[in-house]
């Protein structure tokens, strides 16, 4: 390890200073020249354009080759909408009016959020006539009968080299993993996420994987538009993903949901705050999937400052206050701002 030595006043100091630098990074590392790759940019355009220019796999949410987090809040439907993703990529057809690119192939599913009669009762007419998916299209839950092996040090160093096996074991190259909870005990730390995010960058690159991986939202302001804040462990998380995508609810119509670009690496942003795409949950036969409805502007669809206190709204920041919470405390618990909470509060004493 480097030490931490400060160059000493005097001519020779700096030149003493990184001599010493590079004598420790030499008694450190086999080959220095095996960890960065360097190339002229005019070299690194003509290897570049021998490559394949990534497709689109769910529009210009998702490319071929990103790892790229969904997140949302619960009971939104991110396992509905990346479900409906999987079918369509391993039929090759696209969800109207998405973009859908690449070629039919094989993928792979972590579901560690339902059992298996829950996705049943999803894609069937009441545990009949089940939907027919296509071969290509696997599902993988966890075994919660499975042992930790002595080989393994840990329950998550265990799961990943289980995803390594799966994808080899059926040359699988799109892989959705529902959900990041599961992959670490707790996202929000950004100790615990660089691990997590270091290994899954490190399994695409390996196998030239596409990713997208399903996480959710803390407790957010629900008045204002959502951003990469309002991911768990954003920052860390964010600057290891390609892209990233959020569902909404709108306040307006509490049966539309609306998709949003929050990060994007080979595309432009299209659907921001301005242009999010709306959509319905349905299931029309056997198939419980996203119908979109149009565009609209997320200003729109999120709550409104102005809005009328509700009682029972009131009721639970009473009690929360009550049980010794600050007024911070109690936003974050309810997805309001502070100074929200201070209003109700204040609507509360007025009412006696």
Not at 98 to 118: N, W
Not at 176 to 190: F, G
Not at 273 to 280: A, D, E, G, K, T
Request: aromatic residues 10%; hydrophobic residues 40%; proline residues 3%.
């Amino acid at each position: 390890m480097l030490q931490n030595n400060q160059p000493q006043t005097g001519d020779n100091s700096l030149t003493e200073h990184f001599e010493l630098i590079s004598d420790e990074l030499t008694a450190d590392m086999v080959d220095p020249a095996e960890l960065l790759i360097l190339s002229s940019a005019n070299n690194t355009m003509v290897n570049s354009s021998k490559l394949d220019v990534p497709k689109m796999l769910f529009d210009k949410f998702w490319f071929e080759g990103e790892l790229c987090i969904l997140f949302a809040d619960s009971n939104l439907g991110k396992s509905i909408l990346s479900t409906q993703i999987a079918n369509s990529i391993s039929k090759g057809v696209a969800i109207s009016p998405f973009a859908l690119e690449a070629a039919a192939q094989t993928v792979i599913y972590f579901d560690f959020e339902l059992s298996a009669k829950q996705f049943e009762c999803r894609y069937s007419n009441n545990y009949q006539d089940h939907y027919k998916f296509n071969d290509n299209l696997y599902r993988a839950e966890l075994n919660y009968d499975a042992e930790l092996p002595a080989s393994f040090k840990t329950f998550d160093d265990y799961l990943i080299a289980s995803l390594e096996f799966c994808i080899t074991d059926i040359n699988a190259r799109i892989l959705i993993i529902d959900n990041l909870t599961y992959l670490r005990s707790d996202t929000e730390q950004a100790k615990d996420a660089a691990p997590l995010m270091k290994q899954l960058k490190a399994l695409k690159k390996k196998y030239d994987l596409s990713l997208l991986v399903l996480a959710h939202t803390p407790k957010r302001d629900l008045t204002q538009p959502i951003t990469l804040n309002d991911l768990s462990g954003s920052k860390m998380l964010m600057n290891f993903c390609d892209s990233a995508f959020t569902i909404g609810e709108s306040n307006m119509d509490k049966s539309l949901r609306y998709l949003k670009q929050i990060k994007q690496r080979n595309t432009d942003r299209v659907y921001d705050f301005s242009n999010v795409c709306l959509c319905r949950i349905s299931k029309p036969h056997n198939f419980l999937k996203y119908d979109f409805v149009g565009y609209g502007n997320e200003l729109d669809h999120i709550k409104k400052h102005g809005e009328a206190l509700r009682n029972d709204d009131i009721d639970t920041a009473v009690n929360h206050r009550l049980q010794g919470l600050s007024l911070r405390d109690i936003g974050k618990e309810m997805g309001i701002s502070f100074q929200k909470v201070d209003r109700l509060i204040k609507a509360a004493e007025k009412r006696g």
